[in-house]
């Protein structure tokens, strides 16, 4: 085997900690433990898994008489070393989940990154080439196979000659899915400075069409407040959930790819006539395996309260602190962001669209 390679693709598993003594431990600071070492995998397991891809669409690096090696280095050196670290870290999770210390949608992430490693994919477009490589790895000769393993460097927005998402992409949400369950209800609740989550709930609604104009020219209030009034004439077409929104996307793009959109409106019936010079975009339960609109009619939905300043910060946030904390509950709950394809979030003005917003829509597949 190279150890140039297994070097190389050393990503950092619970092996890497788990020999520490502990003994002396609360159950408290044996759970930070984790979470210090989900935080440094967060740091480096995806450039490694970027890499894997890089060496897996490598037609240099497939020859026949690397074929065996390659076996070990992916089934034996990343495969089956995950599911190792999957069950060691879910046995000392369990003993210490009667504390109270453990957040338990850890052990769903863990469930979802198992089936992943035993070969079952959960996305049917991958599947059969997945099952193909786990029953006999010299499919691994087929390019077409290996473009599928690999999938982007950078997931499906990348500028990879390869569009597709791929198995390795999977492994790396799973991974991501599993540190995310450990360390974000910690970022959440340091997160909320001047300002505190109400309410959070996820939604399913029947389908919904949102209908509104583009952000530009809609900072002046009397222009957004004729936009509205036209909405409330409709009457007999509002859904239930009749608020003012900011609704804001990237047609199924990524944010470093498809400028960002933002489009004042409200959520309507299903089908509802369009108004002239108005925009609309179709919201539906199901999935058309398409990326942009229609997009899913479910979502995460949080409350807020507090300064309105801190809540709409931008400075040390992703975005601001409404949207970071509404994603970051989400991620801590291990909840599917459904990113790029059918990504979208929202401001939600419960007061009316001259006030504030504080509440917050972010897009989740259920």
């Given amino acids: 085997m190279s150890h140039k390679l297994i070097d190389e693709f050393h990503l950092v598993d619970w092996s890497d900690i788990d020999g520490e003594k502990d003994e002396k431990l609360t159950n408290a600071e044996k759970y930070n433990r984790i979470v210090g070492w989900a935080r440094k995998a967060r740091g480096q397991n995806p450039d490694v898994f970027d890499a894997l891809t890089e060496w897996i669409l490598d037609d240099s690096q497939w020859s026949d008489e690397k074929l065996a090696e390659n076996e070990q280095i992916l089934m034996d050196g990343v495969f089956a070393r995950f599911k190792e670290q999957n069950a060691r870290l879910r046995a000392y999770l369990k003993e210490l989940e009667s504390s109270g210390a453990v957040n338990t949608p850890v052990f769903r992430a863990l469930d979802r990154f198992d089936d992943e490693l035993s070969g079952l994919s959960h996305d049917e477009r991958l599947r059969e080439t997945v099952a193909r490589v786990f029953a006999d790895f010299s499919t691994m000769r087929e390019r077409s196979a290996r473009e599928k393993i690999a999938g982007n460097k950078t997931g499906p927005t990348g500028t990879n000659s390869v569009d597709i998402y791929g198995y390795i992409n ?3 949400d799973c991974d991501a899915q599993v540190q995310w369950a ?4 910690d970022v959440v609740e340091r997160q909320q400075k001047g300002f505190k989550v109400d309410s959070f709930e996820y939604k399913k609604m029947s389908a919904m069409r949102f209908i509104g104009r583009e952000d530009d020219g809609l900072d002046n ?3 957004r407040k004729k936009l509205f009034r036209t909405l409330d004439a409709m009457n007999e077409h509002k859904s239930d959930f009749d608020y003012d929104v900011l609704f804001m996307h990237h047609y199924g793009l990524g ?3 498809g400028p960002w ?6 959520f309507m019936k299903a089908d509802t006539p369009v108004p002239e010079g108005f925009l609309y975009f179709d919201f539906v339960p199901h999935n058309d395996d398409k990326a942009g609109p229609p997009y899913y009619s479910q979502f995460a939905f949080a409350t807020f309260s507090g300064d309105n300043d801190a809540m709409h ?3 040390g ?3 601001d602190a409404m949207y970071d904390v509404t994603r970051n509950i989400i991620l801590g709950q291990g909840v599917n962001i ?7 979030t929202a401001e939600v003005f419960l007061d009316g669209c001259d006030k504030y917003s504080t509440a917050y829509m972010f897009s989740v597949k259920l």
């Fill in 261 to 266: 959109h933002g489009v004042w409106g409200r």
């Fill in 317 to 319: 946030y992703d975005s």
């Fill in 221 to 223: 209030m009397e222009v």
């Fill in 255 to 257: 944010v470093d790819v």
């Fill in 182 to 185: 450990l360390f974000m209800p």
């Fill in 313 to 315: 910060k931008r400075e």
């Fill in 338 to 344: 459904p990113y790029p394809d059918k990504y979208w």
């Fill in 170 to 172: 999977y492994l790396k």
